[in-house]
């Protein structure tokens, strides 16, 4: 079975900041990777995701994500934070099974 | 606009009450999720269909929760004599292909309250 890991739980930051978000995963086989954030009040959009390829992913919004195979890591990373970037973030797996199976969330707050 | 409709957005109920909420994915999407979140946790996953099919279950889909895509399109999911347990986001995802290459697609939710 897969799973994912997202160690922190809440993260707060300056604006300009930089950010790094951790994702490890879970599962033997082939992955694809996604990182999806949900602003407050609003429904899961997708980041990023990773299927094959270049390991560094860019995706909307400034975000990118490195898949780092040997480490079992996806983490997110922007290199100047805003505060519109407050929300939660999920990071998300597709193994063997065919549904995505999410980590528990990081809340991030930018403080203005 | 998501494109993945859900309705209602909320849903009060009162404990051992029967509720079903609806979801309508992207038009050409064959392929439906029922996901559930619940505070601080990321959305855990329940069923999915392909078409009318449905092609896997979660074990946290007890006997009480049912789901359907009659048609191949929108998709029913059914609690029968709600719990407070039950009180969650219940969430609605579509995709195209296999394994979400073309990425998920989520609604909004639909918050379900169990007084």
């Known amino acids: 079975a897969q799973s994912v890991s997202q160690h922190n739980h809440h993260v707060i930051l300056s604006e300009a900041a930089s950010l790094e978000l951790g994702c490890n995963y879970s599962y033997g086989g082939t992955v694809n990777l996604f990182w999806y954030v949900q602003y407050p009040g609003q429904h899961l959009q997708l980041l990023l995701k990773?299927?094959?390829?270049?390991?560094l992913v860019k995706g909307i919004k400034g975000f990118e994500a490195e898949f780092i195979k040997s480490k079992f890591s996806f983490n997110l990373r922007k290199p100047s934070v805003q505060w519109s970037d407050t929300a939660e973030y999920f990071c998300a797996v597709t193994g063997s099974a065919r549904q995505l199976t999410f980590g528990s969330g990081t809340q991030l707050t930018v403080l203005p | 606009d998501t494109g993945v409709s859900q309705d209602p957005r909320h849903k009060i109920t009162k404990r051992g009450q029967n509720v079903t909420f609806r979801c309508d994915p992207i038009s050409e999407h064959n392929r439906l999720y029922w996901y559930r979140q619940t505070l601080g946790q990321g959305p855990e996953f329940l069923t999915y269909?392909?078409?009318?099919?449905?092609?896997?279950k979660s074990r946290l889909l007890s006997d009480r929760f049912s789901a359907e895509r009659p048609k191949g399109s929108f998709s029913t999911l059914e609690i029968q004599r709600t719990e407070q347990g039950d009180s969650a986001m219940y969430l609605c995802?579509?995709?195209?292909?296999?394994?979400?290459?073309?990425?998920?697609?989520f609604g909004s939710g639909t918050r379900l309250t169990v007084v």
């Open positions: 995802a579509s995709s195209l292909a296999a394994g979400g290459s073309d990425g998920y697609t």
């Open positions: 990773y299927f094959s390829g270049d390991p």
């Open positions: 269909f392909q078409n009318e099919a449905q092609l896997e």
